[in-house]
């Protein structure tokens, strides 16, 4: 089964980068310096930051539906990223996390979930998509529950 995964349009993130500490704590968000080469990845480009960039940690409502299953959760920006696109194939963000893969109709109710350990993300977007009700697939940290990915059919 072919499949997409896109980060987040960097577009809606742009300006708060120009608030100020205050501000954005006005908004719930805080911005941060990445102090380690892992443990920041960004949801618009969908890699790890570089020890030293910038970032906004926010929160992000990545199910919108209208259902028991709308979701938010904390998520990192890098000041500049440009969206991460992968085809058929997950980003490096993905390979070394144990990842919780929450399957959805196309309503946005949830249909199923998977863990896939370190390596194994490839075959259980494989196997959720291979059920025709499976509209979209979320890929969430599974230590921390944060959202990563939106995974689309292609």
């Given amino acids: 089964m072919a499949y997409r995964i896109e980060g987040l349009d960097p577009e809606p993130f742009a300006g708060l980068f120009d608030l100020s500490d205050a501000e954005l704590a006005a908004r719930n968000a805080r911005r941060v310096r990445a102090d ?10 969908l890699r790890e930051a570089v020890e030293g960039e910038e970032l906004l940690l926010i929160n ?13 959760h904390a998520i990192y920006v890098r000041k500049g990223a440009q969206t991460g696109r ?11 996390r144990t990842l919780s893969l929450r399957a959805f109709d196309r309503d946005g109710m949830l249909r199923d979930g998977v863990l896939a350990g370190p390596g194994e993300a490839d075959a259980g977007i494989r196997a959720l ?7 979209t697939i979320h ?5 921390y529950g944060c959202f990563l990915a939106r995974i689309e059919r292609s």
Wanted: aromatic share 8%.
């Fill in 36 to 45: 380690s080469p892992t443990g920041h990845p960004c949801r618009v480009s």
């Fill in 60 to 72: 992000h409502v990545s199910n919108e539906a209208p259902t028991p299953f709308r979701a938010a």
């Fill in 86 to 96: 992968y085809a058929d194939a997950v980003p490096p963000l993905f390979v070394s």
């Fill in 129 to 135: 998509f291979e059920r025709d009700e499976i509209d």
């Fill in 139 to 143: 890929a969430h940290s599974a230590a």
